[in-house]
């Protein structure tokens, strides 16, 4: 169902490989999927894309049959500028994302230190999150995200 609301939008592309690398440029950081059972993805490149002129995480993977998302955030260091684009992607995108679906925020950077799980920033998107969504999940890593689709 998710998928159809994207169909033929800007920045985005069905996919069906075994691997899906998200990286974005003059960055160190990247976010890969592994899709072993070649499910079909879709993958929306969201900063500079789909959306143009607003602050947006860098991309949304969406397992099409299973009404799975990733909001992925390719970021520095500054981690509170991540927890505000991955927000503020969610709010733009709530229309088109049904909250039934299990949604997972990630946040790649080059360092992490201890997450600062009091940070508004931080807050806010878990009360969004929480709200909105039955299945959620807030992940901070560093350098290389890896999930099995």
């Known amino acids: ?10 920045g985005s592309q069905f996919l069906n490989q075994s691997t899906i690398t998200l990286l974005d440029k003059g960055s160190r950081v990247s976010a890969r999927f592994e899709n072993i ?3 079909r993805i879709l993958k929306i490149k969201l900063d500079g ?3 143009v002129q607003t602050s947006s995480c860098d991309y949304m993977i ?3 049959n299973e009404e799975r998302c990733w ?4 970021k520095g260091s500054n981690l509170n500028k991540a927890y ?8 733009l995108l709530l229309d088109k994302i049904l909250s039934a679906c299990e949604l997972i925020a990630v946040a790649v950077v080059t360092r992490v230190a201890q997450p600062d799980y009091r940070s508004p920033d931080y807050l806010k998107l878990k009360r969004k999150l929480d709200a909105q969504f039955l299945h959620n999940q807030i992940i901070v890593i ?6 099995i689709i």
């Open 1 to 10: 169902m998710i998928c159809k609301n994207f169909r033929g939008s800007a």
């Open 37 to 39: 059972e070649h499910k």
């Open 49 to 51: 894309e789909y959306f």
């Open 62 to 64: 969406v397992v099409c």
């Open 71 to 74: 909001l992925v955030e390719l």
């Open 84 to 91: 505000r684009q991955i927000l503020n992607s969610l709010e």
């Open 142 to 147: 560093g350098q290389q995200f890896n999930a």
